[in-house]
Antibody, heavy 121, light 113 residues
C-alpha cells in the first residue's frame, strides 16, 4: 500500500527550529517528486516546497532561506527543516507524492495525515 | 506565480441536486501536449485532501462518476451531478503546470442545506 506518515510536529517558540519527517511506504521517494503543503488553522492549502526526483528543490517565497527540504533514500523518508519559525508558520504540514507519469507530474497522491506545528511563546 | 481563484466561497446544497464550482487561473494551464494541468481535491472534515480529478477532467481511481471536471485554458468547473451527504467538505483546485511553484485556489466549502 502506498502510504505517507508525517511526524515531528509540536509546540515551538518563535525563532526556534523543527524538523518534520515524512516516511514513505509502497514506493520510493527518490524516484518521485515529493512536496510539502501546509494549512493554517481554519485556512486553505498553501504550497511550501518541492523536491524533484533528480534532487532539484524549490520553495514558496515566504519560506525561502528558512526552510530546507531533503530526503534520505536509505530511510525512504522526506524531511522539512524549518528554522527561524514565526507565529504565522503555525499549521498542519502535509507531505504528498507527485507520481511521474507519461504526462509528467499531474497530481498530489497520496497525502499524509499531516503533523501540527504550533509556533507560540 | 500562477494565481488560482475559486468561486463561490461557500455552497449550500440540497442532497440529490447538482452543484458546480468554478476555478480560474491567472495564466493558461493548457500544456503543449493538449492537456490542462489542473487538479481538483476534496478535503473532508478532519481528513487530508484527496485527489478527485487530474488533468482537468480525469477522475482519480475510486472517484464516483457523479463528479466531473471540465474547462480549458484559464477557466475550469467541477460539477457534482447529484450531491450526496458524503460530499461535504472543502474543494480545492490546484495547478501543476508550474511544478516549481504549485498553487491552490482558496477553497469552496460545500455543506448540506
Amino acid at each position: 500500500e502506498v502510504q505517507l506518515v508525517e511526524s515531528g510536529g509540536g509546540l515551538i517558540q518563535p525563532g526556534g527550529s523543527l524538523r518534520l519527517s515524512c516516511a514513505a511506504s509502497g514506493f520510493s521517494v527518490s524516484t518521485n517528486y515529493m512536496t510539502w503543503v501546509r494549512q493554517a488553522p481554519g485556512k486553505g492549502l498553501e504550497w511550501v516546497s518541492i523536491m524533484y526526483s533528480g534532487g532539484t528543490r524549490y520553495y514558496a517565497d515566504s519560506m525561502k532561506g528558512r526552510f530546507t527540504i531533503s530526503r534520505d533514500n536509505s530511510k525512504n523518508t522526506l524531511y522539512l527543516q524549518m528554522n527561524s519559525l514565526r507565529a504565522e508558520d503555525t499549521a498542519v504540514y502535509y507531505c504528498a507524492r507527485l507520481p511521474i507519469t507519461v504526462f509528467g507530474v499531474v497530481s498530489l497522491d497520496p497525502w499524509g495525515q499531516g503533523t501540527l506545528v504550533t509556533v507560540s511563546s | 506565480e500562477i494565481v488560482m481563484t475559486q468561486s463561490p466561497l461557500s455552497l449550500p446544497v440540497t442532497p440529490g441536486e447538482p452543484a458546480s464550482i468554478s476555478c480560474r487561473s491567472s495564466q493558461s494551464l493548457l500544456h503543449s501536449n493538449g492537456y490542462n494541468y489542473l487538479e481538483w481535491y476534496l478535503q473532508k472534515p478532519g481528513q487530508s485532501p484527496q485527489l478527485l480529478i487530474y488533468l482537468g477532467s480525469n477522475r482519480a481511481s475510486g472517484v464516483p462518476d457523479r463528479f466531473s471536471g471540465s474547462g480549458s485554458g484559464t477557466d475550469f468547473t467541477l460539477k457534482i451531478s447529484r450531491v450526496e451527504a458524503e460530499d461535504v467538505g472543502v474543494y480545492y483546485c490546484m495547478q501543476v503546470l508550474e511544478t516549481h511553484a504549485l498553487s491552490f485556489g482558496g477553497g469552496t466549502k460545500v455543506e448540506i442545506k
